[in-house]
Protein backbone atom coordinates (compact mmCIF):
# COMPACT_ATOMS: atom_id res chain seq x y z
CA UNK A 1 0.00 0.00 0.00
CA UNK A 2 2.70 2.17 0.98
CA UNK A 3 4.41 1.57 -2.12
CA UNK A 4 1.70 2.41 -4.08
CA UNK A 5 0.98 5.48 -2.55
CA UNK A 6 4.58 6.78 -2.56
CA UNK A 7 4.71 5.96 -6.44
CA UNK A 8 1.62 8.08 -6.81
CA UNK A 9 3.22 10.66 -4.53
CA UNK A 10 6.94 10.90 -6.47
CA UNK A 11 4.80 10.45 -10.23
CA UNK A 12 5.69 6.92 -10.88
CA UNK A 13 2.37 6.58 -11.32
CA UNK A 14 -0.09 9.13 -12.39
CA UNK A 15 -4.02 9.46 -12.38
CA UNK A 16 -5.15 6.92 -14.99
CA UNK A 17 -2.62 4.68 -14.77
CA UNK A 18 -3.13 1.19 -14.72
CA UNK A 19 -1.81 -0.75 -11.39
CA UNK A 20 -1.13 -4.24 -11.94
CA UNK A 21 -3.69 -7.17 -11.51
CA UNK A 22 -3.90 -8.48 -8.30
CA UNK A 23 -2.72 -11.70 -9.10
CA UNK A 24 0.53 -10.74 -10.61
CA UNK A 25 1.32 -8.12 -7.83
CA UNK A 26 1.04 -11.04 -5.42
CA UNK A 27 3.11 -13.01 -7.41
CA UNK A 28 5.88 -10.26 -8.11
CA UNK A 29 6.03 -9.38 -4.54
CA UNK A 30 5.64 -12.90 -3.06
CA UNK A 31 2.66 -12.33 -0.81
CA UNK A 32 -0.77 -13.42 -0.55
CA UNK A 33 -3.21 -12.29 -2.98
CA UNK A 34 -5.89 -11.50 -0.31
CA UNK A 35 -3.31 -9.04 1.26
CA UNK A 36 -3.06 -7.52 -2.26
CA UNK A 37 -6.70 -7.37 -2.62
CA UNK A 38 -7.27 -6.04 1.02
CA UNK A 39 -4.43 -3.26 0.14
CA UNK A 40 -6.40 -2.07 -3.15
CA UNK A 41 -9.43 -2.09 -1.46
CA UNK A 42 -7.74 0.43 1.30
CA UNK A 43 -6.63 2.51 -1.39
CA UNK A 44 -9.89 2.55 -2.89
CA UNK A 45 -11.61 3.71 0.47
CA UNK A 46 -8.76 6.28 0.58
CA UNK A 47 -9.96 7.34 -3.03
CA UNK A 48 -6.05 7.20 -4.05
CA UNK A 49 -7.08 4.06 -6.66
CA UNK A 50 -10.21 3.28 -8.45
CA UNK A 51 -11.08 -0.65 -9.05
CA UNK A 52 -12.69 -0.67 -12.40
CA UNK A 53 -14.95 -4.26 -12.40
CA UNK A 54 -13.43 -6.28 -15.15
CA UNK A 55 -10.57 -4.06 -16.11
CA UNK A 56 -8.50 -3.70 -13.08
CA UNK A 57 -7.37 -0.76 -10.71
CA UNK A 58 -6.69 2.23 -11.63
CA UNK A 59 -4.98 5.46 -10.48
CA UNK A 60 -7.81 8.09 -8.95
CA UNK A 61 -8.06 11.35 -11.55
CA UNK A 62 -8.13 13.34 -8.51
CA UNK A 63 -5.32 11.51 -6.56
CA UNK A 64 -3.25 14.02 -4.83
CA UNK A 65 -0.57 13.13 -6.86
CA UNK A 66 2.54 15.73 -6.12
CA UNK A 67 1.30 17.08 -3.17
CA UNK A 68 1.45 15.07 -0.64
CA UNK A 69 5.05 15.51 -1.40
CA UNK A 70 5.01 18.67 0.24
CA UNK A 71 3.25 18.07 2.71
CA UNK A 72 5.80 15.60 3.82
CA UNK A 73 8.78 17.96 3.32
CA UNK A 74 6.50 20.09 5.66
CA UNK A 75 6.30 17.66 8.04
CA UNK A 76 9.72 16.74 8.13
CA UNK A 77 10.88 19.66 9.71
CA UNK A 78 8.60 19.40 12.51
CA UNK A 79 9.25 15.86 13.26
CA UNK A 80 12.97 16.68 13.12
CA UNK A 81 12.11 19.98 15.54
CA UNK A 82 10.39 17.48 17.73
CA UNK A 83 12.78 15.16 17.53
CA UNK A 84 15.99 17.89 18.96
CA UNK A 85 13.48 18.89 21.60
CA UNK A 86 14.08 15.33 22.61
CA UNK A 87 17.30 15.00 22.26
CA UNK A 88 18.14 17.90 24.31
CA UNK A 89 16.17 16.31 27.08
CA UNK A 90 18.52 13.32 26.54
CA UNK A 91 16.73 10.61 24.95
CA UNK A 92 18.75 8.58 22.60
CA UNK A 93 17.38 7.69 19.64
CA UNK A 94 16.32 4.06 20.61
CA UNK A 95 14.03 6.03 22.94
CA UNK A 96 12.60 8.38 20.44
CA UNK A 97 11.57 5.57 17.88
CA UNK A 98 9.67 3.88 20.40
CA UNK A 99 8.31 6.61 22.18
CA UNK A 100 6.72 7.56 18.46
CA UNK A 101 5.60 3.71 17.67
CA UNK A 102 3.73 3.56 21.15
CA UNK A 103 2.27 6.92 20.36
CA UNK A 104 1.09 5.20 17.12
CA UNK A 105 0.38 2.10 17.86
CA UNK A 106 -2.21 3.86 20.59
CA UNK A 107 -3.90 6.00 18.02
CA UNK A 108 -4.44 3.44 15.37
CA UNK A 109 -6.27 1.45 19.07
CA UNK A 110 -8.40 4.60 19.32
CA UNK A 111 -8.84 5.33 15.86
CA UNK A 112 -10.33 2.06 15.59
CA UNK A 113 -12.69 2.56 18.32
CA UNK A 114 -14.40 5.50 16.66
CA UNK A 115 -14.60 3.74 13.62
CA UNK B 1 -18.61 -14.64 10.53
CA UNK B 2 -19.91 -17.75 8.36
CA UNK B 3 -16.85 -18.47 6.92
CA UNK B 4 -16.64 -21.80 4.40
CA UNK B 5 -14.02 -24.29 6.53
CA UNK B 6 -12.03 -26.55 4.43
CA UNK B 7 -10.44 -28.26 6.70
CA UNK B 8 -12.10 -28.55 10.51
CA UNK B 9 -11.18 -30.50 13.49
CA UNK B 10 -13.23 -30.93 16.58
CA UNK B 11 -11.37 -32.31 19.91
CA UNK B 12 -9.06 -34.63 17.73
CA UNK B 13 -6.89 -37.01 19.88
CA UNK B 14 -4.27 -38.84 18.50
CA UNK B 15 -1.86 -41.48 20.82
CA UNK B 16 1.31 -43.32 19.12
CA UNK B 17 2.49 -46.54 21.56
CA UNK B 18 1.55 -43.67 24.70
CA UNK B 19 3.07 -40.96 23.42
CA UNK B 20 -0.04 -38.45 22.96
CA UNK B 21 0.60 -36.76 19.25
CA UNK B 22 -1.93 -35.24 19.81
CA UNK B 23 -4.44 -33.53 22.71
CA UNK B 24 -7.99 -32.29 21.54
CA UNK B 25 -6.58 -30.09 18.38
CA UNK B 26 -9.50 -27.75 17.38
CA UNK B 27 -8.41 -27.18 13.87
CA UNK B 28 -10.13 -24.80 11.19
CA UNK B 29 -8.48 -23.30 7.93
CA UNK B 30 -11.27 -21.56 5.86
CA UNK B 31 -12.08 -21.78 2.09
CA UNK B 32 -9.36 -19.43 -0.28
CA UNK B 33 -7.21 -18.97 2.61
CA UNK B 34 -2.95 -19.89 2.81
CA UNK B 35 -2.59 -21.17 6.31
CA UNK B 36 0.60 -21.39 7.86
CA UNK B 37 0.93 -24.43 10.05
CA UNK B 38 3.64 -23.69 13.16
CA UNK B 39 4.99 -25.54 15.86
CA UNK B 40 8.14 -26.98 17.35
CA UNK B 41 9.15 -30.64 16.15
CA UNK B 42 7.07 -33.17 17.79
CA UNK B 43 4.19 -30.43 18.51
CA UNK B 44 2.02 -32.55 16.05
CA UNK B 45 2.19 -31.55 12.46
CA UNK B 46 2.71 -34.05 10.24
CA UNK B 47 0.38 -36.14 12.08
CA UNK B 48 -2.11 -33.70 11.73
CA UNK B 49 -1.43 -33.76 8.16
CA UNK B 50 -1.67 -37.69 7.84
CA UNK B 51 -5.26 -37.69 9.65
CA UNK B 52 -6.64 -35.47 7.57
CA UNK B 53 -5.52 -37.58 4.20
CA UNK B 54 -6.29 -40.89 5.69
CA UNK B 55 -2.88 -41.82 6.36
CA UNK B 56 -3.66 -42.49 10.28
CA UNK B 57 -6.83 -42.70 12.03
CA UNK B 58 -7.10 -40.62 14.86
CA UNK B 59 -8.13 -42.21 18.56
CA UNK B 60 -10.77 -39.84 19.13
CA UNK B 61 -12.25 -36.51 17.91
CA UNK B 62 -13.43 -35.78 14.67
CA UNK B 63 -11.57 -34.51 11.65
CA UNK B 64 -13.38 -33.27 8.03
CA UNK B 65 -11.83 -31.83 4.88
CA UNK B 66 -14.48 -30.14 2.28
CA UNK B 67 -17.14 -31.74 5.22
CA UNK B 68 -16.50 -35.05 5.05
CA UNK B 69 -15.22 -37.56 7.76
CA UNK B 70 -11.67 -38.06 6.99
CA UNK B 71 -11.78 -41.33 9.22
CA UNK B 72 -14.34 -42.75 6.66
CA UNK B 73 -12.33 -45.14 4.18
CA UNK B 74 -14.98 -44.07 1.26
CA UNK B 75 -15.13 -40.26 2.05
CA UNK B 76 -10.92 -40.43 2.08
CA UNK B 77 -10.66 -41.16 -1.24
CA UNK B 78 -13.31 -38.09 -2.16
CA UNK B 79 -10.81 -35.96 0.07
CA UNK B 80 -7.63 -37.31 -1.45
CA UNK B 81 -8.83 -36.88 -4.99
CA UNK B 82 -9.57 -33.46 -4.34
CA UNK B 83 -6.54 -32.36 -2.59
CA UNK B 84 -2.90 -33.15 -3.24
CA UNK B 85 -0.11 -33.07 -0.88
CA UNK B 86 3.80 -32.47 -0.50
CA UNK B 87 5.11 -34.36 2.48
CA UNK B 88 8.87 -33.56 4.24
CA UNK B 89 10.34 -36.99 2.80
CA UNK B 90 8.61 -36.71 -0.83
CA UNK B 91 8.46 -40.64 -1.16
CA UNK B 92 7.86 -40.36 -5.14
CA UNK B 93 8.98 -43.68 -7.21
CA UNK B 94 13.01 -43.31 -7.20
CA UNK B 95 13.48 -45.19 -9.90
CA UNK B 96 11.39 -43.22 -12.58
CA UNK B 97 12.52 -40.35 -14.28
CA UNK B 98 11.06 -36.73 -14.00
CA UNK B 99 9.35 -37.30 -17.51
CA UNK B 100 7.80 -40.77 -16.72
CA UNK B 101 6.39 -39.92 -12.89
CA UNK B 102 5.09 -36.78 -14.96
CA UNK B 103 2.88 -38.81 -17.17
CA UNK B 104 2.43 -41.76 -15.22
CA UNK B 105 0.44 -38.76 -12.80
CA UNK B 106 -0.95 -37.05 -15.47
CA UNK B 107 -3.15 -40.34 -16.56
CA UNK B 108 -4.81 -40.53 -13.18
CA UNK B 109 -6.04 -37.40 -13.28
CA UNK B 110 -8.64 -36.27 -15.53
CA UNK B 111 -8.43 -32.45 -14.50
CA UNK B 112 -4.56 -32.56 -15.35
CA UNK B 113 -3.39 -28.83 -16.49
CA UNK B 114 -1.01 -28.94 -19.30
CA UNK B 115 -0.39 -25.31 -19.18
CA UNK B 116 0.88 -25.81 -15.14
CA UNK B 117 3.14 -28.54 -16.39
CA UNK B 118 5.00 -26.87 -19.12
CA UNK B 119 5.28 -23.70 -17.13
CA UNK B 120 7.35 -24.91 -14.14
CA UNK B 121 8.91 -27.72 -15.83
CA UNK B 122 10.62 -24.57 -17.64
CA UNK B 123 10.87 -22.52 -14.28
CA UNK B 124 11.48 -24.68 -11.57
CA UNK B 125 14.45 -25.97 -14.73
CA UNK B 126 13.24 -30.01 -14.29
CA UNK B 127 15.79 -32.09 -16.31
CA UNK B 128 13.21 -34.29 -17.91
CA UNK B 129 15.41 -37.31 -18.57
CA UNK B 130 17.02 -37.96 -14.76
CA UNK B 131 15.64 -40.28 -12.13
CA UNK B 132 14.31 -38.76 -9.37
CA UNK B 133 16.63 -40.93 -6.91
CA UNK B 134 19.20 -38.76 -8.36
CA UNK B 135 17.43 -35.38 -7.80
CA UNK B 136 18.92 -32.78 -5.12
CA UNK B 137 16.09 -32.17 -2.25
CA UNK B 138 15.07 -28.88 -3.52
CA UNK B 139 14.30 -30.41 -7.07
CA UNK B 140 12.36 -32.95 -5.75
CA UNK B 141 10.28 -30.39 -3.63
CA UNK B 142 10.04 -28.72 -7.24
CA UNK B 143 8.58 -32.00 -8.43
CA UNK B 144 6.30 -32.64 -5.93
CA UNK B 145 4.84 -29.33 -5.95
CA UNK B 146 4.43 -29.33 -10.21
CA UNK B 147 2.72 -32.39 -9.70
CA UNK B 148 0.31 -31.57 -7.48
CA UNK B 149 -0.27 -28.08 -8.78
CA UNK B 150 -1.25 -29.84 -12.10
CA UNK B 151 -3.56 -32.14 -10.63
CA UNK B 152 -6.04 -29.03 -10.39
CA UNK B 153 -6.64 -29.80 -6.52
CA UNK B 154 -8.56 -27.62 -4.49
CA UNK B 155 -6.61 -28.17 -1.27
CA UNK B 156 -2.68 -28.06 -1.38
CA UNK B 157 -1.12 -29.49 2.10
CA UNK B 158 2.27 -29.44 2.05
CA UNK B 159 4.85 -30.58 5.20
CA UNK B 160 7.85 -28.14 5.24
CA UNK B 161 7.82 -27.39 1.61
CA UNK B 162 10.87 -25.74 2.11
CA UNK B 163 13.17 -27.42 4.74
CA UNK B 164 16.51 -27.80 3.19
CA UNK B 165 15.82 -25.57 0.28
CA UNK B 166 18.58 -23.08 -0.44
CA UNK B 167 16.85 -19.14 -0.15
CA UNK B 168 16.77 -18.95 -4.11
CA UNK B 169 14.49 -21.98 -4.11
CA UNK B 170 12.64 -21.33 -1.34
CA UNK B 171 11.61 -18.12 -2.93
CA UNK B 172 10.00 -20.35 -6.65
CA UNK B 173 8.13 -22.94 -4.23
CA UNK B 174 6.79 -19.63 -2.00
CA UNK B 175 5.87 -17.57 -5.77
CA UNK B 176 4.05 -21.00 -6.88
CA UNK B 177 1.85 -21.26 -4.04
CA UNK B 178 0.84 -17.07 -4.00
CA UNK B 179 0.61 -17.36 -7.77
CA UNK B 180 -2.15 -20.49 -7.68
CA UNK B 181 -3.39 -20.52 -4.09
CA UNK B 182 -5.30 -18.27 -2.27
CA UNK B 183 -8.69 -17.25 -3.75
CA UNK B 184 -11.52 -19.42 -4.93
CA UNK B 185 -9.57 -22.14 -6.89
CA UNK B 186 -7.10 -23.76 -3.74
CA UNK B 187 -6.87 -23.32 -0.48
CA UNK B 188 -3.55 -23.89 0.85
CA UNK B 189 -2.13 -25.78 4.17
CA UNK B 190 1.75 -25.68 4.93
CA UNK B 191 3.69 -26.46 7.88
CA UNK B 192 6.70 -24.77 8.45
CA UNK B 193 9.30 -23.61 10.70
CA UNK B 194 10.12 -20.34 8.62
CA UNK B 195 8.21 -17.90 10.82
CA UNK B 196 9.02 -15.31 8.38
CA UNK B 197 7.75 -17.18 5.22
CA UNK B 198 5.04 -17.38 6.85
CA UNK B 199 4.50 -13.93 7.70
CA UNK B 200 5.17 -13.57 4.19
CA UNK B 201 2.85 -15.38 2.15
CA UNK B 202 0.04 -16.68 4.67
CA UNK B 203 -2.97 -14.99 5.14
CA UNK B 204 -4.12 -17.18 8.15
CA UNK B 205 -1.77 -19.06 10.96
CA UNK B 206 -2.34 -22.03 13.18
CA UNK B 207 0.32 -22.26 16.15
CA UNK B 208 0.00 -25.68 17.58
CA UNK B 209 1.50 -26.88 20.88
CA UNK B 210 2.02 -30.33 22.40
CA UNK B 211 -1.18 -31.78 20.57
CA UNK B 212 -3.26 -28.30 20.69
CA UNK B 213 -3.78 -25.32 18.63
CA UNK B 214 -2.53 -21.97 20.68
CA UNK B 215 -3.17 -19.45 18.38
CA UNK B 216 -5.80 -19.88 15.19
CA UNK B 217 -6.79 -17.00 13.49
CA UNK B 218 -6.09 -14.30 10.59
CA UNK B 219 -2.94 -12.91 10.93
CA UNK B 220 -4.16 -9.32 10.51
CA UNK B 221 -6.36 -9.98 13.25
CA UNK B 222 -3.07 -11.16 15.31
CA UNK B 223 -1.14 -8.29 14.48
CA UNK B 224 -4.07 -6.20 15.23
CA UNK B 225 -5.00 -7.88 18.60
CA UNK B 226 -1.30 -8.57 20.58
CA UNK B 227 0.13 -6.24 22.67
CA UNK B 228 3.46 -6.07 24.77
CA UNK B 229 2.44 -4.17 27.85
CA UNK B 230 5.31 -2.86 29.51
CA UNK B 231 5.41 -1.70 33.39
CA UNK B 232 7.77 -0.17 35.61
CA UNK B 233 7.61 0.74 39.32
CA UNK B 234 9.17 2.51 41.43
CA UNK B 235 10.07 -0.48 43.42
CA UNK B 236 9.90 -3.70 42.55
CA UNK B 237 6.94 -4.86 40.49
CA UNK B 238 3.62 -5.63 42.16
CA UNK B 239 2.16 -9.22 42.38
CA UNK B 240 -0.75 -9.00 40.39
CA UNK B 241 -3.62 -10.89 38.64
CA UNK B 242 -5.32 -8.93 36.18
CA UNK B 243 -9.09 -9.26 35.53
CA UNK B 244 -9.19 -7.88 32.22
CA UNK B 245 -9.06 -10.74 29.32
CA UNK B 246 -6.69 -11.51 26.67
CA UNK B 247 -3.68 -11.72 29.34
CA UNK B 248 -1.68 -14.41 27.57
CA UNK B 249 1.14 -13.87 30.05
CA UNK B 250 2.81 -11.92 32.82
CA UNK B 251 6.17 -11.72 33.79
CA UNK B 252 7.88 -10.00 36.33
CA UNK B 253 11.66 -9.29 36.63
CA UNK B 254 12.68 -6.87 38.98
CA UNK B 255 10.78 -3.46 38.66
CA UNK B 256 9.48 -4.73 35.55
CA UNK B 257 6.15 -5.77 34.75
CA UNK B 258 5.67 -7.20 31.78
CA UNK B 259 2.24 -8.59 30.24
CA UNK B 260 1.46 -9.79 26.91
CA UNK B 261 -2.13 -9.63 25.61
CA UNK B 262 -4.18 -10.93 22.98
CA UNK B 263 -6.87 -8.20 23.17
CA UNK B 264 -8.21 -5.15 24.80
CA UNK B 265 -4.25 -3.97 25.85
CA UNK B 266 -6.71 -0.56 26.89
CA UNK B 267 -8.26 -2.18 29.76
CA UNK B 268 -5.50 -4.28 30.70
CA UNK B 269 -3.43 -0.61 31.14
CA UNK B 270 -6.16 0.86 32.62
CA UNK B 271 -6.77 -1.64 35.30
CA UNK B 272 -2.83 -1.65 36.31
CA UNK B 273 -3.19 1.98 36.81
CA UNK B 274 -4.36 1.36 40.15
CA UNK B 275 -0.96 -0.13 41.24
CA UNK B 276 0.67 3.05 39.86
CA UNK B 277 3.05 2.17 37.38
CA UNK B 278 6.22 4.94 36.44
CA UNK B 279 5.57 4.50 33.09
CA UNK B 280 3.95 2.26 30.52
CA UNK B 281 4.84 1.00 27.25
CA UNK B 282 2.53 -0.77 24.55
CA UNK B 283 3.69 -2.14 21.55
CA UNK B 284 3.06 -4.39 18.76
CA UNK B 285 4.21 -7.96 19.02
CA UNK B 286 5.50 -10.02 15.52
CA UNK B 287 4.69 -13.31 14.66
CA UNK B 288 7.99 -14.82 15.69
CA UNK B 289 7.65 -13.46 18.80
CA UNK B 290 3.82 -14.42 19.52
CA UNK B 291 5.22 -18.04 18.16
CA UNK B 292 7.90 -17.99 20.76
CA UNK B 293 5.64 -16.95 24.01
CA UNK B 294 2.69 -18.96 23.04
CA UNK B 295 4.95 -22.45 22.52
CA UNK B 296 6.57 -21.96 25.87
CA UNK B 297 3.87 -20.92 27.91
CA UNK B 298 2.85 -24.34 29.44
CA UNK B 299 5.18 -25.48 32.07
Known amino acids: MEQVKHAIETGALRPGEQLPGIRPLAEELVINV ?70 LARLSRTGRRRG | MAERLIIETIDLWKTYDGVEALRGLNLHVPAGSICGFLGRNGAG ?13 PTSGQA ?38 IRFTAALFPRWRDDLQERYL ?47 MAEEVLQALVRHGGGEELTVFFSSHQIAEVDQIADHVVIIDRGRAVISGALDDLRESFRRIQFVFDGDAPQTT ?16 TVLSSAGAD ?33
Do not use: W
Open chain 1, 34 to 103: NTVAKAYRELEHEGIIELRHGSGAFVSENARAGKLADTLRGAQSMVAAAIERLRARGLTADEIRRLFEAE
Open chain 2, 45 to 57: KTTTMKILLGMAR
Open chain 2, 64 to 101: RVFGLAADSPQASLEIRRRSAFVSEEKELYSYMTVDEI
Open chain 2, 122 to 168: RKFELPLTRTIKTLSRGTRTKLALLLALCRGAELLILDEPTSGLDPA
Open chain 2, 242 to 257: FRAPGVERVVRKGRVL
Open chain 2, 267 to 299: AIVEEARALQPRSVDVVPVTLREIFLESVSAED
